[in-house]
Nanobody, 120 residues
Framework: QVQLTESGGGLVQPGGSLRLSCAAS????????MAWYRQAPGKERELVAS???????NYADSVKGRSTISRDNAKNTVYLQMNSLKPEDTAVYYC??????????????WGQGTQVTVSS
């Protein structure tokens, strides 16, 4: 079993910054892609950013230029640095990881979510 533990959410004023962290633990052989998704009230969950094991990244247009995703493979941890936050960034942010539990088996896991609220 694999667990994803998120931290770093909270209340921030418009224009502020937050850094989200997500640490994977458990029966991990290796981790392929890691990503952050978000879901605002009344909306579908959407991809915010993703990063593969080699370091290539992908961002939603809505956060491009304001956010940076990174990972520490030795710690099985992914980060999301968000700057110039806007009220429309308010959502529950979920960590997602494509984890190999053995050389031949992989599963996608989700974190429990962390609330980010951007408000004055």
């Amino acid at each position: 079993q694999v667990q994803l533990t998120e931290s770093g959410g909270g209340l921030v004023q418009p224009g502020g910054s937050l850094r989200l962290s997500c640490a994977a633990s458990g029966s991990i052989f290796s981790i392929n892609a890691m990503a952050w998704y978000r879901q605002a009230p009344g909306k579908e969950r959407e991809l915010v950013a993703s990063i593969i094991s080699g370091g290539s990244t992908n961002y939603a247009d809505s956060v491009k230029g304001r956010s940076t995703i990174s990972r520490d493979n030795a710690k099985n941890t992914v980060y999301l640095q968000m700057n110039s936050l806007k009220p429309e960034d308010t959502a529950v942010y979920y960590c997602n990881a494509d984890v190999r539990t053995t050389a031949l088996r992989s599963f996608r896991y989700w974190g429990q979510g962390t609330q980010v609220t951007v408000s004055s």
